[in-house]
């Protein structure tokens, strides 16, 4: 028996989540994108995590202090691994909290821009709670303007929420995959909690519990609510839409339907069963639909627990424990707000902008369609086709370009030679676009990608300007 009261879903709940979800997994009788409150977005101006527009300028770093998790999913592994892995759960060394804090002075002095602090493992962090506040405490003291955050997987969320309050952690993240226990069973096999290790359909309602009494008390405690939920076909897909609605009226302001990791090579039980993950136009149409419950979050790149720098780069092996433990911190107060108010002029200049060509357009929508995106961020086109890790992807409808989601792909330039194979599976992964934008683009990728039906287009400035002249130029009459 479950050692705390019973919520398991009523029988007449599941069959709604059912019914509601049929196609695409979502509900589609609501197509506005919902907006965030302007309170909240102010709260989260500077977070790149939390907000789509502050992840193309504000940097962010996790520190991976927290080992142990309570808790056993299915797309989880948390062995040390290549350096070059991105996913969530990989680190390549542990610290302890005065290492951590260390690093973060020492960052938050070589990259100005890095605005967040954040602790998600590489286990969960509030199964290591004395690690975590300890490093929480060191960073605020030295570090003030830095903001504190942390992912979990809620289990224990409800004993510390009074704690991360006076601590100044306005921001948690919390994963949640599922509010019917049932399909919870199929996701996690065992929970340890009470110091007792539950299975099966016990271990998913305490975990449902202990989720929903932790959502409540962040709203109780004006905790900013992330939540995130792995896309898993054929297990959650369709229940996640239910998963949606629950979350939006316990309190979450973000939700964030990422797809499952399941390579067989990461070792996981869904990779070695073969469970596969979603592809990008299922994420995709999952996101679109739910988009009008709660605000989708779309710009995630699934980090590492010791990622730094922009979302969609890594450099955490500029400062693996080796080089930074020789670094003299130079952390700066006053240069790190002069970065920040030379960013915002930016990000001023940029809306700006934006707002002057919407108002000289005064036309509707068009068509909608996708553009690639290299970048370096800045919201700039600024990076050769050939240096791409990723291609941010956007929707264009003539009026405005909305950034829509990511795609990683390999290194197209080998030492200065194309790989052939590669180009292919860089096309593959942006077939559905109608254009892919770069600062430059070799001769032999522009006549593969024509051939395939992508137009290749060089430039150097804003994602939005260049992708809406294009459709203007190419789509306004066709389309």
């Known amino acids: 028996m479950s050692p705390s009261t019973s919520t398991v879903l009523a029988p007449e709940s599941k069959t709604k989540a059912k019914k509601s979800s049929k196609g695409c997994g979502c509900s589609s009788t609501s197509a506005k994108t919902q907006t965030i409150?302007?309170?909240?977005?102010?709260?989260?101006?500077?977070?790149?995590?939390?907000?789509?527009?502050?992840?193309?300028?504000?940097?962010?770093?996790?520190?991976?202090?927290?080992?142990?998790?309570?808790?056993?999913?299915?797309f989880c592994n948390r062995k040390y691994d290549c350096a070059n892995e991105s996913r969530p759960g990989v680190v390549s060394e542990l610290l302890t909290p005065e290492e951590a804090a260390h690093k973060v002075l020492v960052i938050a002095g070589k990259i100005p821009q890095m605005t967040v602090l954040g602790i998600a493992g590489p286990g969960d962090p509030l199964a290591n709670p004395k690690q975590t506040f300890r490093t929480f405490e060191l960073i605020a003291d030295k570090a003030p303007d830095i903001k504190l955050c942390l992912s979990t997987n809620g289990l224990m969320l409800p004993d510390h929420v009074q704690k991360i309050k006076d601590l100044n952690v306005d921001h948690v993240t919390m994963t949640i995959n599922m509010v019917d226990p049932e399909v919870g069973t199929k996701i996690y096999p065992w929970v340890r909690y009470n110091r007792k290790r539950w299975k099966g359909l016990e271990a998913a309602q305490i975990l449902h519990e202990r989720q929903m009494e932790g959502i409540q008390a962040l709203q109780e405690a004006d905790i900013l609510c992330k939540v995130n939920s792995v896309m898993i076909p054929g297990i959650n897909d369709e229940h996640l839409v239910e998963v949606d609605e629950v979350i939006r009226s316990k309190g979450a302001f973000l939700h964030n339907i990422m797809p499952l990791i399941s390579a067989p090579e990461h070792g996981t039980y869904f990779g070695l069963t073969g469970q596969r993950g979603p592809t990008p136009k299922e994420l995709k149409a999952l996101q679109d639909n739910c988009s009008g419950n709660m605000k989708m979050m779309r710009h995630c790149r699934q980090c590492r627990a010791d990622a730094v720098g922009l979302l969609g780069e890594d450099r955490s092996q500029e400062f693996t424990k080796e080089k930074f433990l020789e670094m003299t911190p130079e952390?700066?107060?006053?240069?790190?707000?002069?970065?920040?108010?030379?960013?915002?002029?930016?990000?001023?200049?940029?809306?700006?902008?934006?707002?002057?060509?919407?108002a000289k357009k005064q036309k509707q929508a068009g068509k909608k369609i996708l553009v690639a995106v290299a970048t370096k961020g800045g919201g700039v086109v600024n990076q050769h086709f050939g240096h791409a890790k990723e291609f941010q992807i956007f929707e264009v409808d003539g009026v405005e370009a909305k950034f829509v989601g990511h795609r990683k792909v390999d290194h197209?330039?080998?030492?200065?030679?194309?790989?052939?194979?590669?180009?292919?599976?860089?096309?593959?992964?942006?077939?559905?676009?109608?254009?892919?934008?770069?600062?430059?683009?070799?001769?032999?990728p522009q006549g593969m990608l024509r051939e395939a039906g992508v137009e290749p287009v060089q430039g150097y400035d804003t994602i939005d300007k260049i992708a809406l002249d294009y459709y203007e130029q190419q789509f306004a009459v066709s389309v």
Not at 50 to 70: D, K, L, T, W
Not at 332 to 357: N, S, T
Request: charged fraction near 25%.
């Open 331 to 358: 952390y700066d107060l006053g240069k790190r707000q002069e970065v920040h108010a030379g960013i915002k002029q930016i990000k001023d200049a940029m809306q700006a902008a934006k707002a002057e060509r919407a």
């Open 412 to 444: 197209y330039c080998q030492g200065g030679y194309g790989e052939e194979a590669t180009l292919d599976n860089i096309i593959g992964a942006i077939k559905d676009c109608k254009a892919v934008l770069a600062s430059k683009i070799g001769d032999c």
């Open 37 to 74: 409150d302007p309170k909240i977005q102010e709260r989260i101006e500077k977070h790149p995590c939390y907000s789509e527009e502050a992840h193309h300028h504000y940097a962010r770093m996790h520190v991976a202090v927290a080992p142990a998790c309570n808790i056993q999913c299915n």
